[in-house]
């Protein structure tokens, strides 16, 4: 009786399976440094009840036909390189495509387990890797890799309307943004979202041009990070994207209460292994108003386009273009209603408009086993416009606020990577052909026509930046990257020479310890610079150490620990005494002030971060930091900088609840939360008196951010079930941000309406249901 039960399990478990939807898994093997692809490597499914396996080609590819949709984990093995562990949610709709880099045993670091959405960069210090898996998993990021990384240690969001950070105390000005190695404009819509005076930032704005759904595995870097890299002081966000499918067409449709997305993906001719991929979105922001979220009064509205064409070739090497292009607006129209006009932005028509579009190319040939070249051009422009208008009673008008800024880049970036024995050398070479212009003015609310804070410029300059980056694997235990990287920018013939070091001791096998160093630097704000007494300014500088040790437990576990200093110096301050201005302080543009390289400031603190890596379905991240964000002027004076919270605390956590099967397909339910809970950025008080007399808000410069604002907590939470089905994946998901309604402290203000302070606050509850089909 036993064996019949035994062969009707079998069977019926046989059969689940036979109607189980299944897609395929294929990708890449290749060297981790060289990209060099690695022939014979195994490639295992081991979370199969019987695994499923194969080996790569001459191209080091490979091709697992026909695997059950679900969270899977991969074994990767090659003689003489490290194993890695891969997990990878794979889903019916959609082929999952990997590209796998393996490390040379001789020169490994502590074995980790990874993941794909998780894997960590074991040859630099400093460094996250952010994917689309998990900008999609993460509760209320709204797909934009920068929120994403609010959940990283040391990473502070200045603003729940904005995607601002600061990273480590510095401003979110020191960040630089990065396309396929290229340095661009801000990427990002609505760049004045999140500030006091609604003026356009130089980094960030309301949610990042270019949609997840292009977006390959991509980096963010802090604290001294390597030579390859400049004109930042903070972070760099180091975005690439990702080839579309070269063998199958697929598309994806998504709509959510801000956004219709589309895209579409595959081969561009039979037999040819070059792909296209496009995305569009287009805004419905205006549901949430229409539903009765609080957004305020403003009509706010986006759209977007991107693509990258990828063109490999037998012989000339492998050739991709790529682009991307999206339109912004804010208006505020006031009431024709002198009943309505309870605040001072009651009575003002305000008109924003943000236009930003970036086109290039990347190019990639291997010239020898050991010696490749990779070389990059784009051009990238962003165009921001704000007129901001007084109603008198009578309902006239007069304009009192006016900005239009230009920015345009002719970006080139080629490095080589040469290996001899065991060393790695990767010169290169980055340019930046930088043209930028502003103008901007103020009026007071009155008839008389005088014209305040009048700034009118242009510059154009050649900012040049080589760079010698290299590894030397000293043991199995200790590895060296070292480099030195200058600056130069001929616009006001100002340079920088940087030495850059970091060394990792892997004194255990699930330990390691690593110090770096780095001296960056970066250039002063362009409207600054425009400013004919400003034209002398040098570069930022910085010195920045970090300490790290890294443990991993049980394969899933990592515990980092981290101290840095950062020392800052040729800071622009103001070159008035009684000012307490530094660009250290510095989000929106506007900079009227004659400044002079004297300032000083000084970052340091220590940061915890405990990670369980997704296994079976759970994953958390729970990180800490304590830490002290110093400025000095003219008077030598220490003064807390206006992103000092002095601490931090984020956990980010989730449960996927299995698949569960029901005929011919499975179906999940997904639920993840994040919390971030950060000490008070700081104000600086305002004098009331002279506010009022002033008919504007007038600050008490001499308790410059002594002002600390409460504590910011906010929960955020997201649900989501996903169905597979043979050919299509269908994911329907709910994210509240602000999840308990807290009321964070945005700014306070001299509100000339009401003749009295006024405090605003951040955003409220704000849902965000999506519908995504994938097919």
Request: glycine share 8%; no cysteine; proline share 4%.
């Amino acid at each position: 009786m036993q064996k019949p039960l035994l062969l009707l399990a079998i069977l019926l478990s046989s059969l689940q399976l036979l109607a189980q939807p299944t897609q395929t898994i294929r990708g890449t093997v290749r060297e981790q440094l060289s990209a060099s692809p690695l022939p014979a490597a195994t490639v295992t499914v081991t979370s199969l009840p019987s695994p499923q396996g194969t080996t790569t080609d001459a191209a080091g590819q490979f091709l697992l036909p026909a695997v059950p949709v679900g969270r899977h984990t991969l074994q990767i093995s090659y003689l003489g390189y490290q194993d890695m562990v891969v997990q990878v949610l794979h889903i019916a709709g959609k082929e999952t495509v990997l590209d796998i880099r393996l490390e040379e045993t001789a020169r490994q670091l502590p074995e980790l387990t990874v993941s794909t959405g998780e894997q960590i960069d074991l040859q630099e210090i400093n460094s996250r890797t952010i994917t689309m898996e998990q900008t999609q998993r993460y509760a209320a990021t709204f797909y934009d890799p920068a929120r994403l990384a609010a959940s990283f240690p040391g990473v502070v969001t200045a603003n729940d309307q904005a995607n601002h950070i600061s990273v480590r105390g510095n401003s979110p000005n020191s960040l630089l943004w990065r396309l396929e190695g290229l340095d661009i404009v801000n990427p990002n819509h609505l760049t004045n979202a999140g500030t006091a005076s609604d003026r356009p930032t130089q980094n960030g704005g309301g949610v990042n041009i270019l949609s997840t759904q292009l977006l390959a595995n991509s980096r963010f870097l802090n604290g001294a990070f390597p030579a390859g890299y400049g004109n930042a002081l903070s972070g760099v966000f180091d975005m690439r994207l990702r080839k579309g499918n070269n063998q199958k067409r697929e598309n994806t449709f998504q709509l959510s209460l801000i956004g219709i997305d589309l895209a579409t993906e595959g081969p561009i001719a039979k037999g040819y292994e070059g792909s296209y991929l496009v995305n569009y979105r287009y805004s419905t922001i205006g549901l949430l108003g229409a539903i009765g979220v609080p957004l305020g009064d403003e009509e706010i509205n986006f759209q977007d386009l991107s693509f990258n064409v990828s063109l490999p070739t037998k012989k000339a090497g492998d050739f991709t273009i790529f682009g991307m292009g999206g339109k912004s607006i804010t208006r505020f129209e006031a009431q024709r209603d002198i009943t309505q006009w309870i605040y001072q932005k009651d009575r003002n028509d305000i008109d924003f408009y943000n236009d930003m579009g970036a086109l290039g190319i990347t190019h990639q040939i291997k010239l020898s086993p050991s010696f490749s070249i990779r070389s990059a051009y784009a051009l990238s422009g962003l165009t921001t416009g704000r007129k901001g208008e007084y109603l008198f009673n009578d309902f006239a008008k007069q304009e009192i606020e006016f900005d239009q800024i230009n920015t345009q880049r002719h970006s080139f970036h080629t490095y080589g990577s040469l290996r001899a024995g065991r060393h790695l050398f990767q010169p290169g070479i980055t340019t930046n052909h930088i043209f930028f212009s502003n103008r901007s003015y103020e009026r007071p609310t009155d008839i008389s026509g005088i014209i305040l804070n009048y700034n009118e410029g242009s510059l154009s300059g050649l900012l040049l930046q080589p760079y010698l980056n290299g590894y030397y694997f000293l043991s199995q235990a200790l590895t060296l990257n070292y480099g030195l990287h200058y600056s130069s920018f001929s616009f006001n013939n100002i340079s920088s020479l940087e030495p850059r070091a970091s060394l990792k001791w892997s004194y255990r096998q699930d330990q390691n310890l690593s110090f770096a160093y780095g001296r960056h630097s970066q250039l002063p704000s362009f409207q600054s610079l425009t400013l004919a007494s400003n034209r002398h300014l040098d570069f930022l500088k910085a010195d920045h150490y970090t300490l790290e040790q890294n443990t991993a437990f049980r394969e899933q576990y990592l515990l980092k620990t981290a101290l840095y200093w950062q020392e800052l110096h040729n800071v622009p301050i103001s070159s008035n005494s009684a000012s307490t201005y530094s660009s250290l302080n510095q989000l929106e543009f506007f900079v009227p002030e004659q400044l002079v390289n004297q300032g000083k400031g000084r970052n340091y603190g220590v940061e915890v971060s405990a990670e369980r890596l997704l296994d079976k379905g759970f994953y958390a991240l729970a990180t800490g930091s304590v830490y002290n964000s110093l400025y000095q002027n003219m008077d030598h004076t220490w003064r807390d900088t206006q992103f000092n919270g002095n601490y931090t605390f984020t956990l980010t956590t989730g449960k996927e609840f299995g698949q569960k099967q029901k005929r011919d397909a499975s179906r999940s339910f997904n639920v993840n939360a994040r919390v971030l809970w950060l000490g008070g950025l700081r104000q600086t008080p305002i004098d009331v008196a002279r506010s009022e007399a002033a008919g504007r808000t007038v600050y008490q410069e001499s308790l410059a951010f002594t002002e600390k604002m409460p504590d910011y907590f906010r929960l955020d939470t997201r649900i989501s079930f996903r169905k597979n089905k043979q050919g299509y994946t269908r994911t329907i998901s709910l994210d509240l941000q602000n999840t308990t309604n807290q009321k964070n402290l945005a700014y306070t203000y001299y509100d000339t309406n009401k003749k009295e302070l006024v405090k605003k606050y951040q955003l409220t509850l704000i849902p965000f249901a999506s519908y995504r089909l994938e097919f």
